[in-house]
Nanobody
Framework: QVQLVESGGGLVQAGGSLSLSCAAS????????MAWYRQAPGKQRERVAIIGNDGSTDYADSVKGRFTISRDNAKNMAYLQMNSLKPEDTAVYYC???????????????WGQGTQVTVSS
C-alpha cells in the first residue's frame, strides 16, 4: 500500500509565498516521477510542475520563474515552493507520483488527497 500526503496549504495574500510538501509512504520500491497538479473550481486539473528522479524539472508556463519543485529521494518527499503568488493560483494542489511498490513491482500513478491554496487580492 502506497500513500501520498500533502501538507502546507493555506491562505496567503497576493505576492506572498507558500511551501507545499508531499510525503510518500508505504511499500515503496522506487519513485520515478513526482509532480504537482492543481484544480481550481470549474476548471480542469492541470500539471503545475514535474521532477524526475534525476532532478530534471518542467513547469507550466503560468508558474515559471515563481514556483520551484524539488525532491528528497532518501525521504521520499517532494516539495513545491511557491513565490509571488497570484489570486489565479488559488486551487486545490495535488501531489502525484509514479511509484513502483514492493508487492507487485508494478509502477502505478498515485495521488494525494489535495491541499487548498487560497491567494487573496
Amino acid at each position: 500500500q502506497v500513500q501520498l500526503v500533502e501538507s502546507g496549504g493555506g491562505l496567503v495574500q497576493a505576492g506572498g509565498s507558500l511551501s507545499l510538501s508531499c510525503a510518500a509512504s508505504g511499500s515503496i520500491y522506487s519513485i520515478a516521477v513526482m509532480a504537482w497538479y492543481r484544480q481550481a473550481p470549474g476548471k480542469q486539473r492541470e500539471r503545475v510542475a514535474i521532477i524526475g528522479n534525476d532532478g530534471s524539472t518542467d513547469y507550466a508556463d503560468s508558474v515559471k520563474g515563481r514556483f520551484t519543485i524539488s525532491r528528497d529521494n532518501a525521504k521520499n518527499m517532494a516539495y513545491l515552493q511557491m513565490n509571488s503568488l497570484k489570486p489565479e493560483d488559488t486551487a486545490v494542489y495535488y501531489c502525484n507520483g509514479a511509484i513502483m511498490d514492493t508487492g507487485t513491482f508494478t509502477r502505478r500513478t498515485y495521488w494525494g488527497q489535495g491541499t487548498q491554496v487560497t491567494v487573496s487580492s
